[in-house]
């Protein structure tokens, strides 16, 4: 079976624009998380899904940062007025319940 | 707050040489701990999983040994290879399954 993909793998904006980062899970997996890796920093966890319970979403950095999922599909991450800052690597995993999670290839965000 | 330590940040052997990469934690109220290899412009590979009740885990030339007590895990890797060459980084859960990673440790190994 397909694994998570993500899309785009790599985007460029100028600063404060809005950018949308999709995430496709492994079908079947309830749980859906977002990471963040900038240049030189350890991956920083964001947001997370479980199935229809309230996302966790203690690691977004700002309220510029918002996610969504609708059941157990696809999620977006959305990033309003851009900055330099959010320049990263964005990854996604998805799991069952609270098993091993699987990630995807990330989506490389530059902003300029 | 879980703080994940890999030293060091880079390392560089010839090839054919056995090597740890070590990983030490904080809080030992983990239930299991990660090692994943991120190859450059990838995502990440999960290689193996430890849970707390173990102490070692084996795949292939990888194997991982999880020391809970003292907050640590090494990640031993055997007959190293060119093809070896990436970041590898332990992660260990927290609420929610949610991962707190270390920064890596980029091996490189030398034909």
């Known amino acids: 079976g397909a694994g998570v993909s993500q899309s785009p793998s790599n985007k460029v904006t100028e600063k404060g624009k809005d950018v949308e980062l999709r995430c496709d899970p492994i079908?079947?997996?309830?749980?859906l998380y977002w990471y963040r890796q900038r240049l030189g920093q350890g991956l920083e966890f964001l947001i997370y899904?479980?199935?229809?319970?309230?996302?966790?979403k203690s690691g977004l950095p700002s309220d510029r940062f918002s996610a969504e999922r609708t059941g157990e599909s696809v999620s977006t991450l959305t990033i309003q007025r851009t900055q330099q800052e959010d320049s990263a690597v964005y990854l996604c995993?998805?799991?069952?319940?609270?098993?091993?999670?699987?990630f995807g290839p990330g989506t490389r965000l530059t902003v300029t | 707050k879980q703080e994940v330590t890999q030293i060091p940040a880079a390392l560089s052997v010839p090839e054919g040489e056995n090597l740890v990469l070590n990983c030490s934690f904080t809080d030992s109220a983990i239930y299991n701990l990660q090692w994943f290899r991120q190859d450059p412009g990838k995502g990440l590979t999960s290689l193996l999983l430890?849970?707390?009740?173990?102490r070692e885990q084996t795949s292939g030339r990888l194997n991982a040994s999880l020391d809970k007590s003292s907050g640590r895990s090494t990640l031993y890797i055997a007959a190293s290879q060119p093809g070896d060459s990436a970041t590898y980084l332990c992660?260990?859960?927290?609420?929610?399954?949610?991962?707190?990673f270390g920064k890596g440790i980029t091996l490189s190994v030398r034909p």
């Open positions: 079908s079947g997996h309830t749980a």
């Open positions: 430890i849970q707390s009740s173990q």
């Open positions: 899904f479980q199935g229809n319970s309230a996302p966790d």
């Open positions: 995993a998805s799991s069952l319940a609270w098993g091993l999670q699987y």
């Open positions: 992660a260990v859960p927290g609420a929610n399954s949610k991962l707190t």
